[in-house]
T-cell receptor, first 112, second 115 residues
Framework: KNEVEQSPQNLTAQEGEFITINCSYS?????LHWLQQHPGGGIVSLFM???GKKKHGRLIATINIQEKHSSLHITASHPRDSAVYIC??????????????FGTGTLLAVQP | SAVISQKPSRDICQRGTSLTIQCQVD?????MFWYRQQPGQSLTLIAT?????????ESGFVIDKFPISRPNLTFSTLTVSNMSPEDSSIYLC????????????FGSGTRLTVV
């Protein structure tokens, strides 16, 4: 079992829909990251959070440390949101400082 | 936060040859991270490069195959040596943004195809 699990693996939505992507992890973490990868391969860091909730524009990220679960929400989705969304965690393991453990990503396609 | 310039953005290479990927950061950073993303897979850390010392490689990756240079605090290269089609992947570098900001900045990626 992967240490970071995402669901769903693939998601197709209609423009304007509210989207939720989930991430569960099984290791101790210092922070959780949500990343966006566009078809060309480049990655953009969306959020880093260790508790509670963060919002940036139409994107909202939440984390529940006790349940080891995080969600990424996209409100009023748009075709330009189409990308792979990756959840990653900064591990607390000794000797693993700064190392990220990545989920397998969620491929989102927003249709007009 | 840091901005990374990574090149080349893509290349098609013959098996048996080597390719060197460069990452230039617009600020000084202590550690740079090199990742591989095989088709349909998530990112895997290859090695962590510190200026002035040997890179630290993850299990399954060796220096002879992926030599790394880190001549100063703003620049690093990763070489993929003696390539085979199995090396076809996206390669990315990354740095931490810094304590005040948090998170990581990634290069734009190098899409490598080995034929």
């Amino acid at each position: 079992k992967n240490e970071v699990e995402q669901s769903p693996q693939n998601l197709t939505a209609q423009e304007g829909e509210f989207i939720t992507i989930n991430c569960s992890y099984s290791v101790g973490i210092s922070a959780l990251h949500w990343l966006q990868q566009h078809p060309g391969g480049g990655i953009v860091s969306l959020f880093m959070l260790s508790s509670g909730k963060k919002k940036h524009g139409r994107l909202i990220a939440t984390i529940n440390i006790q349940e080891k679960h995080s969600s990424l929400h996209i409100t009023a989705s748009h075709p330009r949101d189409s990308a792979v969304y990756i959840c990653a965690v900064s591990s607390l393991y000794v000797g693993a400082t700064n190392k990220l453990i990545f989920g397998t990503g969620t491929l989102l396609a927003v249709q007009p | 936060s840091a901005v990374i310039s990574q090149k080349p953005s893509r290349d098609i290479c013959q098996r048996g040859t080597s390719l060197t990927i460069q990452c230039q950061v617009d600020s000084q950073v202590t550690m740079m991270f090199w990742y591989r993303q095989q088709p349909g897979q998530s990112l895997t850390l290859i090695a962590t490069a510190n200026q002035g010392s040997e890179a630290t490689y993850e299990s399954g990756f060796v220096i002879d195959k992926f030599p790394i240079s880190r001549p100063n605090l703003t620049f690093s290269t990763l070489t993929v040596s003696n390539m085979s089609p199995e090396d076809s992947s996206i390669y990315l570098c990354s740095v931490e943004r810094g304590r005040g900001v948090g998170g990581y900045t990634f290069g734009s990626g190098t899409r490598l195809t080995v034929v």
